[in-house]
């Protein structure tokens, strides 16, 4: 598995600003959380999605490639820094 958490520089209030990604060793999404500028999250697994987050129907690219979009900056993350957001964006779905 690899983590990576990508900003999404925009000013449409509707879309998410920081994108986190769980990525399987055959480059897919395994989970994913979508964090707004109001506080909120999203997120989607295997087990189901919150909001309008889903699973991407593609490959995850390279951060490289990611970071060619002058509006993405991609990070790669730890395993427990992915799992900590993904803990919080738990709690605020309960």
């Known amino acids: 598995m690899r983590y990576i958490k990508v900003l999404w520089h925009h000013d449409c209030p509707e879309d998410p600003i920081e994108l986190y990604s769980e990525i399987g060793d055959d480059g897919w999404e395994a989970r994913k959380i979508e964090l707004y500028r109001d506080g909120r999250y999203g997120r989607a697994s295997s087990e189901g999605s919150t909001g309008s987050t889903g699973l991407s129907d593609e490959q995850i690219p390279d951060l490289a490639e990611i970071?060619?979009?002058?509006?993405?900056?991609?990070?790669?993350?730890?395993?427990?820094?992915?799992?900590?957001?993904?803990?919080?964006a738990l709690r605020q779905s309960r």
Request: negative net charge.
């Open 67 to 88: 970071a060619a979009l002058e509006e993405f900056t991609p990070n790669e993350i730890s395993a427990a820094e992915f799992e900590t957001v993904w803990q919080n």
